[in-house]
């Protein structure tokens, strides 16, 4: 995915502060967002929805896929859904993989990455397994701890189809 001054305005507008801090190092940050994944990836697999949005800043937004469902604007409507969601969704697997970090400035980074899950219903034997990219905007809190505070991602609905018949058969 290659970054560009469109998307990040697109994606939240930056403050002008100056920051006193020292500028983190890529591999400083990207060892503590992946600390954040795994406690992430943890929660949904214990469908933990406190879990899930230990991760977020308070005020975060989640932003849709055109055709995805509404944009979630606040921790607590993700926590709501997500609890609502475990209630007849199972977590099976999900795989969150970071391809670039970049370190805007000493309190925010930006993630571009790919990302996998599979996930049973209620009633199904049968798993079903999404896929997509992401784009997500960590802001540095005062204790050091990163949280994410935007992101977005697209989703691949036709994963299954693809997933199961092998393209060569498909024609």
């Not at 007849?88 to 400035?105: A, G, K, N, R």
């Not at 599979?118 to 997500?136: C, D, H, P, R, S």
Request: proline share 4%; no cysteine.
């Amino acid at each position: 995915m290659k970054l560009t001054v469109a998307t990040l305005v697109l994606l939240v507008g930056l403050s002008s502060r100056t920051e006193a801090q020292p500028l983190p190092t890529e591999s400083e940050v990207r060892a503590a967002l992946q600390q954040q994944w795994s406690r992430y990836v943890r929660a949904a697999k214990t469908k933990d929805a406190d879990g899930l949005v230990a991760i977020w800043t308070p005020g975060m937004r989640l932003l849709s896929d055109p055709g995805g469902a509404e944009d979630i604007s606040s921790s607590a409507q993700y926590r709501d859904l997500a609890a609502a969601a475990f209630r007849t969704l199972t977590v099976v697997s999900l795989t969150i993989d970071p391809d670039e970090v970049t370190v805007l400035s000493p309190s925010t980074a930006l993630e571009l990455g790919s990302w996998s899950e599979e996930f049973t219903l209620q009633g199904q034997e049968k798993a079903v397994k999404i896929f997509g990219a992401y784009m997500g905007l960590w802001q540095r809190q005062s204790d050091g701890s990163w949280l994410l505070d935007r992101f977005i991602r697209n989703r691949h609905d036709f994963a299954n189809s693809l997933l199961e018949e092998p393209l060569s058969r498909r024609r």
